[in-house]
């Protein structure tokens, strides 16, 4: 009778298995890039680390990923929102307004100062060690 029990619970463990595909599956998200959005966000605001997710799906380059792209996170139960970086070349240039000064004379530079010619004087050089001839 033990043994018949055994093999109940073994045939119902096989079976319970078998229905849900021989694994339990963590929660994961696909999340599809947007204009703006960068892998370094993406990782940030899921909180996986942004070289993980690059190697997982088999991104070469993390700074080329294009919109649309599919990004799997693993381990994120739902999806969510991703802001988009703003680049600072991407940023509406403003208008130039050039405004015109007044047109003002240059200063006057003071006048040059002659000064007189210095005297020319040889240097003097006095050897403080005698140098010593060894035969």
Avoid: W
């Avoid at 204009?35 to 680390?49: A, R």
């Amino acid at each position: 009778m033990y043994f018949f029990y055994i093999k109940l619970c073994l045939l119902t463990l096989v079976l319970a298995l078998t229905a849900c595909g021989g694994h339990v599956s963590s929660p994961s998200v696909y999340h599809t890039v947007e204009k703006g959005q960068t892998l370094y966000t993406i990782s940030k605001v899921y909180g996986v680390d942004e070289i993980y997710l690059a190697r997982i799906n088999k991104i070469s380059d993390p700074t080329q990923i294009r919109v649309g792209t599919r990004i799997y996170i693993p381990g994120a139960a739902a999806k969510k929102s991703v802001p988009a970086t703003i680049f600072h070349n991407e940023e509406p240039q403003k208008p130039i307004s050039i405004v015109q000064s007044p047109v003002t004379q240059p200063a006057k530079e003071p006048p040059l100062v002659k000064q007189p010619p210095r005297p020319i004087t040889k240097p003097t050089i006095k050897p403080t060690i005698k140098p010593t001839i060894k035969p």
